[in-house]
Each structure stands twice: as structure tokens, then as C-alpha cells.
């Protein structure tokens, strides 16, 4: 028998290393998942187990879910099976890796637990089925998913169970984006240039087309712009945004959060070429977002701002004149 003193020892050298482990793999034979999951802490990394999916209804809601954000297209893209919904052959998982599991991959582990939630792109409170929406219409081109349909609750399912299953915060790493150091002068679509041609081409193709796979149904790796990538105004179109998912994901074989390939500046050079309108067109849209233009993100590239800096400098930078300026007026920076 264990002595409680020994117990007691125990648990301080177990506790600080407890982590749920990731897991692709999509079987669903686990049991249900434990409630008093290990809280992740700001020391860990945000990981998933997606064995534990409950064996039961509700469970086979949640997999049809992540079903869905690993294969949008062919469930509910142009000639999905089970609903023709999106505009575009892309899935969610482009974007939300591993079906929003992977860490700084615009992770989806506090999606249920951030809605309803106030939007400043929308300037209103959404509910997490608008939010959803939001995606659908807007880089899958598509229609909103009827809020009563299968798909939209097992969506939400998933993202519930991944919520009740990590019991993470906004602080644990990987739930947010990877930060970047801002470098003193803007991005450079020319040096972005030279970046995709070296790192980026191979898979997507010299003109962003992306691949398609055999069957026409997906593609293998997704359309980087063109008439069915993701429009302006995706978040995918703000340089910051898209520079740090760059950083910690690309490139898909070579780097890690923890070991990127791309620097900072290098990643905000290659999101310049890539989101570059003036070289590569996009989805045509009628109306630009944000109707508080106080709310607007930094790098959102439409005017009117809230402080004295131009158009091409919200876009492309430098970031820091503009952060300064928010922050030496008490007002915090958003991209």
C-alpha cells in the first residue's frame, strides 16, 4: 500500500506533466469523454483525443462533424451527397487543420465555449450557428446551412465535445495564433514572391491554382486565389492573420510551431503576395464588413480607419507605427 506521504509525492512529479494526447485518428470505439478532462495549462499545448468520442448518438453527430470539416466538399461542396451548400471545392480543414485539433492552426477548441460572441467584422453578437454560417458563406462561397439541418448539429456537436473535452482557456498555447515580431518596414509582395516560388509552388501550383484530387471532388491542396478561393474580407485576406497561420504550417511538410521555417518577416512577405489583389483576382464581392470602422482590424485594407495611416499601410505595413498609435490612445489593436 502506498503511504499517503508517498501518494502526495506522486501526484507532485504526475501533475505537471498530465496532457490529453492528440490523435487523427478517426475511429470511434472510444468511450465517453472523461468530464474532469485535465485542465491544459498556459505551460501546454492544447491537445485533443479523438478516440474518446462517445459511442452513442450523440457521438455519432460529434464524428459526422469532424467528418464534415475533413471532407466539406464532398458532403456538402458543389456535388456533395449529402447537400449542395458551398460554392467552392475547399474544406474547412485548408484552414482548421486536423479538423481544428492542430494547435495554432486556427484551432477550434474554445469555439463553443466563444459564442454567441460579439464580431466587430459583423458588429453585432453572433450565435455559433451564424458564426459557422459566416465560413460557409463567405470563404466556401457558399449558402447558409438550414440552422435545424443534420449538418449544422453535428457541427456544432463537434465543436461542443471538443470544448467539454479539453477543458482548455484562451491562454493555452496552440488555441490562439502563433504572435509574429513585427519587422520596421512593410510586407513585400516582390519578396513574397520569391518565397512562394521556393516554398509554396511545388503543391499549389505557379499560379495558385492549387491541386485538384483525381476524382474532381477536393482538392489536394486548396486554390491559394482565383474565382473559387476564399473572397476578401476572409480573415485568410488579412496579411497578419494569414502570416501567422503561415509561420506555424507551412511549409506542410517542413515546419512546426515550434520550428517554423519562414521568419516573421518572411511569412508577412508571402501573405503580401498571396492576398496581393492587383496580381491575383478573387471572388467578387458586393459589400466590405465592419460598420464600426473604429472596430476594424489592423490589417483590414478598406477604409475608413480609426487613426491617420493610409490604405496600403492597413494592408501590408509597417504594423508597428499603426500599433503605437491604438495602443498610446488605450484602445488595443486587433488582427
Not at 453572433?126 to 462561397?141: D, F, K, Q, V
Request: charged fraction near 20%; aromatic fraction near 12%.
Amino acid at each position: 500500500m502506498i503511504k499517503s506521504y508517498q501518494f502526495i509525492i506522486f501526484l507532485l512529479i504526475l501533475g505537471p506533466v498530465v496532457q490529453v494526447f492528440i490523435s487523427c485518428n478517426e475511429s470511434a470505439n472510444g468511450q465517453l469523454a472523461d468530464a474532469k478532462a485535465p485542465i491544459a495549462t498556459n505551460d501546454s499545448i492544447v491537445r485533443i483525443d479523438t478516440t474518446k468520442i462517445p459511442d452513442d448518438k450523440y457521438g455519432d453527430d460529434v464524428r459526422y462533424g469532424r467528418e464534415l470539416m475533413l471532407h466539406t466538399a464532398y458532403y456538402i461542396g458543389p456535388d456533395g451527397i449529402n447537400g449542395k451548400y458551398l460554392g467552392n471545392k475547399m474544406n474547412c480543414s485548408n484552414c482548421h487543420q486536423d479538423a481544428g485539433t492542430k494547435p495554432y492552426s486556427l484551432n477550434l477548441s474554445m469555439s463553443f465555449r466563444n459564442y454567441p460572441g460579439y464580431r466587430a467584422r459583423e458588429g453585432r453578437v453572433l450565435s455559433l450557428a451564424e458564426r459557422i454560417n459566416n465560413c460557409i458563406m463567405h470563404p466556401h462561397l457558399g449558402k447558409p446551412l438550414p440552422l435545424d439541418s443534420r449538418e449544422m448539429i453535428s457541427i456544432m456537436s463537434y465543436l461542443k465535445w471538443l470544448n467539454d473535452s479539453t477543458r482548455v482557456d484562451n491562454n493555452t498555447k496552440g488555441v490562439k495564433n502563433l504572435e509574429l515580431t513585427f519587422p520596421d518596414v512593410a510586407a513585400s509582395p516582390e519578396r513574397g514572391n520569391v518565397l512562394f516560388a521556393a516554398n509554396c509552388a511545388r503543391c499549389h501550383g505557379l499560379d495558385g491554382e492549387g491541386k485538384m484530387q483525381p476524382n474532381g471532388v477536393t482538392y489536394i491542396y486548396p486554390p491559394l486565389w482565383g474565382p473559387k478561393a476564399y473572397q476578401p474580407g476572409s480573415s485568410m485576406h488579412r496579411i497578419v492573420k494569414l502570416a501567422q497561420w503561415l509561420m506555424a504550417n507551412m511549409p506542410y511538410d517542413k515546419a512546426t510551431y515550434n520550428k517554423p521555417v519562414l521568419t516573421s518577416a518572411d511569412a508577412l512577405d508571402l501573405a503580401a503576395f498571396i492576398n496581393d489583389d492587383k496580381i491575383h483576382k478573387r471572388p467578387f464581392v458586393k459589400e466590405y464588413q465592419y460598420p464600426n470602422y473604429k472596430e476594424k482590424a489592423i490589417d483590414y485594407d478598406r477604409g475608413p480607419f480609426n487613426d491617420t495611416f493610409s490604405e496600403a499601410q492597413h494592408k501590408y505595413g509597417p504594423y508597428k507605427p499603426i500599433i503605437d498609435y491604438w495602443e498610446g490612445r488605450g484602445i488595443k489593436p486587433t488582427y
